[in-house]
């Protein structure tokens, strides 16, 4: 149980904590915790927070130490700070760490909680997660008996069917689909493409988006090193100029005949190393001979 000698408060601000951890509660009348006053208490089993603590205290703690405590029944704060606290652990970004480590830890009660607080979780990240509980029963069950309540087999079986249409053209993408790989914005009556966000090394830039023309920026794939081939579909009218300026791995790229400009510098520094697919008589065949670029004809 922690002390009053242990916290060291300056006019209702909690400046810092010199106890050792274990069971903590902040003295009421406490008006704001300071950022990282609980930084090197690595021993936190329990907290209490008053009411009285009214500004965001968040950053004086370690997120994943608060989110364990939260999820363990150990953490008492009031409603409004539980559920901010909840929004925050419960992204993905987060919960791939923590759920991995309730696991380790055999907390299969802390999963269960997590797993009530979460409105949905793509299938795949739940059997990463069966995967890492192969040692550990109950919570094998417990994410088990979680997949099975979101994705009963009927709705999987539509989930694939869906993922097979998309993978073989048999359904028309719509602009979410293309929003998983770029900012999308509309001007001028375009779709414009200002950012690939894909980690896929190959990358598809759509010709028009239900019947609406798509053009794409000199920033679409700014110093993306990690693109190796691009492959343009028919209706792109332009290649902007500096079009890959900074992608050092730039290998291939296919080019319609609907392309009929390519602008100044548009494979700045990767000439020599890229092979241009276009139709034969293309224009963007003639570029690639004039620019002394390997070409292959389709």
Known sequence: MSDIRDFQIENGILTGYLGEGGDVTIPDGVTSIRDWAFEDCKKLKSIIIPDSVNQSYEQAFDIRMLALMFLLDTLQINDTRKQNLKIQVTAKKFRT???PELIERNESGAVQKFLSLVKKM???EIDLYIEKAENNA???VILLNHKNLLYPPEVLEQMEEIRMEKDFGLREKDLS???KDFTIAKKDGFYVISKYKSENPTAIIPGNIKGIPVQFTEK???NKEHLQSVLIEDGIAEIVDHAFFGCLHFQNITIPASVTAIGDKAFYGRQKYITISA???SFAAEYAKKEKIKFQAI
């Open 177 to 179: 689909d293309y929003r």
């Open 97 to 99: 760490k923590l759920i």
């Open 220 to 222: 679409t794939f700014l």
């Open 138 to 140: 109950e919570s094998r």
């Open 122 to 124: 793509p299938p795949k």
């Open 279 to 281: 139709p034969e008589g």
